[in-house]
């Protein structure tokens, strides 16, 4: 299958500067003035002009007493631009091997026939338990909806035939995983909720957990960091995102910090058309000039004052610090403690002009689908991350301002420390990496309590098959990974889950034992094993331990179907499995040498337990042994000595067909 890319479609977001309060450009002008007026600056139409937009529309008097009252500010005083936004994700789809009548070719034809049928047997039981799982939990439709859709209507066995459009629902799935992760928060998502006592209590505290508890809300705003960057929206759009969602409806610590941030976001928009944030070079002339920082921290007051709400952290303790007594605080003691914040400072201005580079550098790049490009997304994610971990711990680094700043990691040192995961996960979409993809949003997803265990294993195991299905170039990888994935469960489910079968049956697999070669004077009996492949005739009786007592209805108390075991008296005609063994290993070379029928031929009587809801069996018993004995791409090894072979195998069950069904 050819392998496409789905470029990022990034929306270009141009913004009036005159609709935002830039602050840094208020800042620097208000230098400019106060440099022309002997380094002071007194109330003027130019500078009313700039700080109405923090103190509102208020009389000339009110505005020289609430300058004279602003850190910083008080000091010098006298008497966004848009980001062109790296394109989006194009969300498209992707939809799109008798013989001549001889012993030898028949043989032949037989044993490469046992091979695939075996192989095929594992794979529709594999498909059939990944229906099961996806059917099973509410949590799985939620994250999988699209492939919930399609699994649904269709049959196991016709998994080969639905393939294209199971690999398109798969991909579609894991591109919009992040959205999928977020419609976790909301209990009307969960299949069975009005109805279901058990779904209904466990939704609700999953909700409760994402939308409620420090950690689950921590989780949320990694996730939603992740939908909006996979979205197109540029970074500071990102952050307005997380302030305003229900992750910061309580007025706590993790809020007001993620509020913080946004506040110093917006603070340093550029009012450059392609640009979010403000250059190097800008913040260098910012955080250098001590005047300029000043004025820009008193502008940031201003900004926090004429807010609705104001930055403020309570703590466990009951102790309280808001932002106007930080930046008061910070004033007061700037000999002390400026130089330790200019440079956190500086290093968080510095991380937020390289998130605008990155996407800058992404526009640049033409061809979406060159591994530069690619990196240079990588980087774009990486840079957003860091930018929102500089943000967060400014404060909690200078706390030397105030000691209870340092009681504001604990807060957000969950979403700090998750961050990474889910920004990983826009350079694993973007790179089409699925399988990393399924790591990263693993770990995401292990952090979520009461979604069962089942549900977190098993989004790891189809997880990743979903996405070696997509990833695969062409059919071979497409087998290869379908072959990975299998693991022997429910399959040839007809002797076991029927109360008598008569069919034509093949098995195949190990077998070890002891043979008896009468013909020799000494040493008779010796050891053996090797692969067995014998057809004959089979006689069923399923239903085993399916209804009893302890589930009359053959269903468990875990809500799982039990799986009818069968016992089987098998009567075996030929054996091929010196033609098994080789062609599980070469399925290309002839056979050279000639093959009678008489070399094949190997009766015997075998009783064969089959397990339930799987296409295995463990039989016991005896046959002639068949004179084939081993078979190369030059020759065969024929034994015309009389054997029996007594002992036991571990066999893939495969029926060829039904003379006799009765299912009750």
């Known amino acids: 299958m050819?392998?496409?890319?789905?470029?990022?479609?990034?929306?270009?977001?141009?913004?009036?500067?005159?609709?935002?309060?830039?602050?840094?450009?208020?800042?620097?002008?208000?230098?400019?003035i106060s440099d022309q007026n002997g380094g002071r600056f007194k109330l003027s139409a130019e500078t009313r002009q700039i700080l109405v937009k923090y103190y509102g529309e208020l009389t000339d008097l009110q505005i020289t007493a609430a300058v004279g009252n602003t850190p910083f500010l008080k000091d010098y005083f006298r008497g966004p631009g848009a980001q062109?936004?790296?394109?989006s994700f194009d969300l498209t789809s992707l939809i799109k091997k008798a013989s001549d009548l001889n012993v030898t070719n028949f043989a032949d034809g037989l044993a490469k026939f046992l091979v695939e049928r075996s192989k095929e047997e594992l794979n529709i039981a594999f498909f059939r338990k990944l229906q099961e799982f996806l059917?099973?939990?509410?949590?799985?439709?939620?994250?999988?909806?699209?492939?919930?859709?399609?699994?649904?209507?269709?049959?196991?066995?016709?998994?080969?035939?639905?393939?294209?459009?199971?690999?398109?629902s798969f991909q579609k799935d894991l591109i919009i995983i992040s959205s999928s992760l977020l419609n976790l928060r909301e209990a009307i998502n969960y299949e069975g909720y009005s109805s279901d006592a058990t779904i209904?209590?466990?939704?609700?505290?999953?909700?409760?957990?994402?939308?409620?508890?420090?950690?689950?809300?921590?989780?949320?705003?990694?996730?939603?960091?992740?939908?909006?960057?996979?979205?197109?929206?540029?970074?500071?759009?990102?952050?307005?995102?997380?302030?305003?969602?229900?992750?910061c409806s309580q007025d706590d610590v993790f809020s007001n910090s993620i509020q913080f941030v946004d506040l110093i976001s917006q603070s340093l928009r550029s009012n450059d058309e392609g640009r979010v944030w403000?250059?190097?070079?800008?913040?260098?002339?910012?955080?250098?000039?001590?005047?300029?920082?000043?004025?820009?921290?008193?502008?940031?007051?201003?900004?926090?004052?004429?807010?609705?709400?104001?930055?403020?952290?309570?703590?466990?303790?009951?102790?309280?610090?808001?932002?106007?007594?930080?930046?008061?605080?910070?004033?007061?003691?700037?000999?002390?403690?400026?130089?330790?914040?200019?440079?956190?400072?500086?290093?968080l201005a510095i991380s937020a002009s390289e998130v605008s580079d990155n996407a800058k550098n992404i526009i640049a790049v033409k061809k979406d689908s060159e591994p530069s490009s690619?990196?240079?997304?990588?980087?774009?994610?990486?840079?957003?991350?860091?930018?929102?971990?500089?943000?967060?711990?400014?404060?909690?680094?200078?706390?030397?301002?105030?000691?209870?700043?340092?009681?504001?990691?604990?807060?957000?040192?969950?979403?700090?420390?998750?961050?990474?995961?889910?920004?990983?996960?826009?350079?694993?979409?973007?790179?089409?990496?699925?399988?990393?993809?399924?790591?990263?949003?693993?770990?995401?997803?292990?952090?979520?309590?009461?979604?069962?265990?089942?549900?977190?294993?098993?989004?790891?195991?189809?997880?990743?098959?979903?996405?070696?299905?997509?990833?695969?170039?062409?059919?071979?990888?497409?087998?290869?990974?379908?072959?990975?994935?299998?693991?022997?469960?429910?399959?040839?489910?007809?002797?076991?889950?029927?109360?008598?079968?008569?069919?034509?049956?093949?098995?195949?697999?190990?077998?070890?034992?002891?043979?008896?070669?009468?013909?020799?004077?000494?040493?008779?009996?010796?050891f053996s094993y090797g692969i067995t492949?014998?057809?004959?005739?089979?006689?069923?009786?399923?239903?085993?331990?399916?209804?009893?007592?302890?589930?009359?209805?053959?269903?468990?108390?875990?809500?799982?179907?039990?799986?009818?075991?069968?016992?089987?008296?098998?009567?075996s005609l030929i054996d091929v499995g010196s033609l098994v063994s080789f062609r599980a290993g070469d399925d290309s070379s002839k056979v050279l040498s000639e093959v009678k029928l008489s070399n094949i031929i190997s009766p015997g009587l075998y009783y064969y337990l089959g397990f339930g809801k799987c296409p295995i069996s463990l039989g016991f018993g005896a046959q002639l042994g068949p004179q084939l004995r081993e078979v190369t791409a030059t020759d065969i090894n024929i034994n015309k000595n009389l054997y029996v072979r007594f002992g036991m195998n571990l066999v893939v069950d495969i029926p060829f067909f039904n003379f006799y069904t009765k299912s009750k």
Not at 304 to 331: A, M, V
């Open 200 to 247: 209904k209590a466990r939704a609700d505290s999953i909700c409760d957990f994402l939308n409620n508890k420090l950690a689950g809300r921590s989780i949320s705003g990694a996730i939603i960091t992740t939908n909006e960057i996979i979205k197109g929206n540029n970074a500071a759009e990102v952050i307005a995102k997380l302030a305003t969602d229900r992750i």
């Open 374 to 526: 690619i990196l240079t997304y990588a980087n774009y994610a990486s840079s957003i991350s860091n930018f929102l971990k500089l943000a967060l711990q400014l404060l909690p680094r200078n706390n030397k301002i105030d000691p209870s700043l340092s009681n504001i990691t604990a807060d957000i040192q969950k979403f700090v420390s998750i961050i990474d995961a889910a920004t990983d996960a826009c350079y694993d979409i973007k790179s089409q990496n699925y399988g990393a993809l399924i790591l990263h949003t693993s770990l995401i997803l292990a952090e979520i309590p009461n979604i069962p265990t089942d549900v977190k294993d098993g989004y790891v195991k189809y997880g990743t098959f979903m996405a070696s299905i997509v990833e695969a170039k062409n059919s071979d990888e497409v087998k290869a990974a379908i072959e990975a994935a299998v693991l022997p469960v429910g399959s040839s489910s007809i002797k076991r889950e029927t109360n008598m079968n008569i069919s034509l049956n093949a098995f195949i697999g190990p077998f070890a034992g002891s043979e008896y070669l009468p013909t020799l004077k000494e040493n008779q009996w010796a």
């Open 533 to 571: 492949a014998p057809v004959g005739l089979a006689f069923s009786w399923g239903n085993g331990g399916k209804f009893n007592k302890n589930h009359p209805t053959g269903v468990r108390s875990n809500g799982k179907e039990v799986g009818g075991k069968s016992s089987t008296i098998f009567i």
């Open 135 to 168: 059917k099973k939990y509410p949590e799985t439709k939620i994250l999988f909806p699209s492939t919930v859709s399609i699994i649904n209507n269709i049959a196991a066995y016709n998994y080969a035939a639905m393939l294209p459009a199971l690999r398109a």
């Open 2 to 32: 050819k392998k496409t890319f789905f470029p990022f479609l990034f929306l270009i977001i141009c913004v009036s500067a005159n609709s935002q309060t830039l602050t840094y450009y208020d800042a620097k002008a208000l230098k400019e």
């Open 84 to 87: 062109a936004i790296p394109p």
């Open 278 to 347: 403000i250059t190097k070079q800008q913040v260098a002339d910012l955080v250098t000039n001590e005047t300029t920082l000043k004025l820009y921290l008193g502008l940031l007051y201003a900004s926090d004052q004429k807010n609705p709400h104001h930055i403020s952290f309570t703590f466990t303790s009951g102790n309280s610090i808001d932002l106007k007594t930080i930046l008061t605080d910070l004033s007061n003691t700037w000999n002390t403690n400026g130089a330790q914040f200019k440079e956190t400072f500086n290093n």
